[in-house]
């Protein structure tokens, strides 16, 4: 019995998540968290990576944190508790909208015009990012699902994931990011650097060509999507050094998917088992040691003893 509820507490925290059954929602709501990070993609300073245009997990959901604005700065958070909208600033002004089945034309309108009623007028690329056969925001009217059932899943898979992330982080000393929600691969992620230079990446986009200019090891976890509904946890070196593919990785049910090049473990093998959190720090650590080892990292100076 004990072991049925331990089993249990298990899936509360790690829900199930299967693509197809929210699909439409993880779709809709994809395209509404790039309309909301690209307020801070127009307005911060830039950063190094990227670090600038990410969004961050709360006690509620996901928020820009502080953006700058004329004089002041304003702050625009989902709550996936009570399903909201809520657009803040420093002034003490703020809207909220309901996050409920809608298109994304619609709920672009909808922030563009709470935000001009709070006096900021910013205007935005409306052209989706890191998608295939993209719909301006202001044109989409294909997607407009939202079950806050599943929103609600997401976000508290993302902060289950969040915590081992920052246990995983602990030993490492070196260089390393935030732990991001980046709103264009529409995944959590938290990178290490090894303090050298990448290869320049020929013919590479600008985002690519700044996120990847150095050696990283990256880890973190990804809902899936249309071509690959499969939410895993993930871990993959850049550049890619000779024999990942073939390294051993841990647990035995992780494997290294040649065609996104990089070491995936399943969701719903995770959510099965008689600890979750061991096995995802496990997978990390796993992938981190593989990566470093081959691409011949200076790991005495980048880890503490522990």
């Given amino acids: 019995m004990q072991q049925n509820n331990g089993q249990s507490q298990h899936q509360e925290l790690w829900p199930a998540l299967p693509f197809a059954d929210w699909k439409e929602t993880c779709e809709t709501l994809h395209m509404w968290t790039q309309i909301v990070g690209k307020l801070r993609l127009t307005l911060c300073s830039p950063m190094n990576h990227w670090w600038q245009v990410p ?24 709550d996936f508790l009570q399903h909201l909208l809520r657009i803040q600033t420093s002034t003490g002004q703020s809207q909220t909208l309901p996050l409920s089945s809608r298109s994304v ?3 672009y309108r909808d922030v563009m015009q709470a935000l001009h009623t709070l006096g900021i007028d910013v205007r935005i690329n409306t052209l989706p990012q890191e998608v295939k056969e993209p719909i301006r925001f202001e044109q989409d009217e294909v997607h407009k699902t939202y079950d806050p059932v599943f929103a609600h899943r997401f976000w508290r898979i993302l902060i289950q994931t969040q915590n081992v992330l920052e246990r995983y982080r602990s030993p490492f000393i070196g260089k390393s990011s935030p732990i991001h929600f980046f709103w264009g691969s529409f995944d959590l992620a938290l990178t290490f650097f090894s303090g050298r230079r990448a290869p320049a990446r020929e013919n590479a986009d600008p985002v690519t060509r700044e996120a990847y200019s150095h050696e990283v090891i990256s880890a973190g976890f990804w809902p899936g999507n249309a071509s690959f509904p499969h939410p895993s946890f993930y871990s993959y070196t850049a550049p890619v050094p000779t024999g990942l593919a073939t390294a051993k990785i841990q647990p035995a049910a992780a494997h290294y998917n040649t065609d996104l090049g990089e070491f995936l473990l399943s969701y719903d093998d995770v959510r099965q088992s008689a600890s979750p959190e061991q096995m995802i720090l496990e997978f990390f650590q796993s992938g981190y040691e593989a990566g470093a080892h081959l691409a011949k990292w200076d790991r005495k100076e980048l880890e503490k003893v522990m």
């Avoid at 006690?59 to 958070?77: C, H, Q, W």
């Fill in 55 to 78: 969004l961050y997990l709360t006690t509620r959901g996901l928020t820009t944190s502080l953006i700058p604005y004329e004089k002041g700065a304003f702050e625009v958070e989902f």
């Fill in 105 to 107: 034309a619609a709920f």
